[in-house]
């Protein structure tokens, strides 16, 4: 299947900072991308859809302004956390979605794992 | 966006068939089914896309009545390396996940 990177793997930050996480699908081109949070022991939650050059769309109870997800090009979308604070801890998983023949299939990366200090 | 339901938790032992059964009521016309399957710390990774009867590949089998209300994933001869959360998944555009099933192979 296609592979989507993320980069970095962990990241470990300190409160008040900024934190900036890379989705990159490597073979394949993606003009749509999500952003999901997954908490220990829990599923994964979707946190935003991420359009190749318009405004990322978030879902319910999740801050744009302080998720700021750009995709600037059709192989690359970015999740920056603003101003992070220990409740933003978290495991970050962006997925890529290849259409072909109608038919559409998500590509997950393999996480960021990202702790505030 | 269709909702579905999984058993929370499954455990079998190695060299079993395992079968896990997803209900999604509400699946619209065009909508496929998928199902994931996640490790600790790592993301999901696609096992299994179909859209109605039966589709086989070489880790899994999916099977899908008429009604397409419920799907269930078929795993062969399963092994310890078997151990994770699989999820399964009706939609076309952004995917929701459920609480999805741990699946616990025992020696």
């Known amino acids: 299947g296609a592979v989507v990177s993320q980069h970095p793997s962990r990241v470990i930050c300190k409160s008040g900072t900024s934190v900036k996480i890379e989705c990159r699908s490597l073979?394949?081109?993606?003009?749509?991308m999500f952003w999901y949070r997954q908490f220990p022991k829990q599923s994964l939650m979707l946190m935003a859809t991420s359009n190749e050059g318009s405004k990322a769309t978030y879902e319910q109870g999740v801050e744009k302004d302080k998720f700021l997800i750009n995709h600037a090009s059709l192989t690359l979308s970015t999740l920056t956390v603003t101003s992070a604070h220990p409740e933003d801890s978290s495991f970050y998983i962006c997925?890529?979605?290849?259409?072909?023949?109608?038919?559409?299939?998500?590509?997950f990366g393999p996480g960021t794992r990202l702790t505030v200090l | 966006l269709a909702k579905t339901t999984q058993p929370i938790s499954m455990d079998s032992y190695e060299g079993q068939e395992v079968n896990i059964t997803c209900s999604h009521n509400n699946i619209a016309t065009n909508d496929y089914i998928t199902w994931y399957q996640q490790f600790p710390s790592q993301g999901p990774r696609f096992i299994i896309q179909?859209?109605?009867t039966k589709v086989t590949n070489e880790v899994a089998s999916l099977f899908i009545p008429a009604d397409r209300k419920s799907s269930t994933l078929s795993l062969p001869r399963v092994s310890l390396s078997d151990t994770a959360v699989y999820y399964c998944l009706a939609g076309t555009d952004k995917i929701i996940f459920g609480k999805g099933t741990r699946l616990h192979i025992l020696p």
């Open positions: 073979d394949f081109q993606a003009t749509t």
């Open positions: 179909g859209y109605k």
């Open positions: 997925s890529a979605r290849q259409t072909s023949g109608g038919k559409s299939e998500q590509f």
